[in-house]
């Protein structure tokens, strides 16, 4: 847990940090795949992360916007709950089998136990890290991890809320993160192998940003990005 914190310190963006913390979690409590930032019953749906050791995963393939009957999410929603738990902590097996979420679950991504760990949500709404696998639940060591590094999850939870807010609407996660590198004066070549991305990819990114920013190119970019407040 504290190698998993001293990486975030070392990189706090939240495109780079969320997939870490999948990772970590997985590898700690045997899982296949996992969520983070979910927001079931929100006006826009799904949004989030989603991880598997292969790679990053379309968020419509872990999780649905058709999770209301989840036995989690009725139970921290009615609750107000905030103590990690297992989906068979709440409901028997039966009654999870023989939900719509399940069956999303189970046939895209092959998972049949959810471990959930709550992040603060407004009210109505459930924001969660989940992990989840096939095969036997997640036991006694895996739920107490689960309560250990929640702190750590609540902590980042909030940077990542403070980045998003630093960049508004305008700019997606990876677009701030891009414009951040840029204004330090990284080549996109050195962006590239910063974030571990194809340079293709960073020119993407800087096109987007031109075009929102009315900008034309590095410098311009940048001023404009700081007369906004969007960069310090």
Not at 10 to 32: I, K, Q, S
Not at 138 to 156: N, W
Request: overall charge positive; some cysteine.
């Amino acid at each position: 847990m504290y190698e998993l914190a001293v990486a975030l310190l070392e990189r706090p963006d939240p495109d780079h940090a969320w997939p870490l913390v999948l990772g970590h979690l997985a590898g700690e409590c045997g899982a296949d795949s996992g969520i983070v930032n979910t927001t079931w019953l929100a006006p826009r749906g799904v949004s989030g992360h989603a991880w598997s050791p292969a790679g990053p995963l379309p968020l419509d393939r872990a999780c649905t916007p058709f999770m209301a009957d989840h036995p989690l999410e009725r139970h921290y929603l009615r609750t107000g709950d905030q103590v990690p738990r297992t989906v068979g902590e709440v409901a028997p097996d039966r009654v999870w089998r023989a939900t719509v979420a399940y069956e999303h679950i189970w046939s895209t991504c092959r998972v049949s136990r959810e471990l959930v760990i709550p992040l603060p949500s407004p009210p109505g709404r459930l924001r969660v890290v989940a992990v989840g696998r096939s095969g036997a639940d997640f036991g006694t060591r895996e739920r107490e991890y689960a309560r250990q590094i929640q702190p750590l999850l609540r902590t980042l939870d909030a940077h990542a809320s403070h980045w998003a807010a630093d960049t508004g609407d305008l700019l997606t996660p990876r677009e701030s993160t891009v414009l951040h590198l840029l204004a330090t004066g990284l080549t996109a070549q050195a962006i590239a192998r910063r974030l571990r991305i194809s340079p293709r990819t960073v020119h993407a990114h800087l096109r987007s940003l031109y075009r929102k920013l009315e900008a034309t190119d590095r410098l311009s970019a940048v001023l404009r990005a700081r007369e906004a407040n969007l960069i310090r």
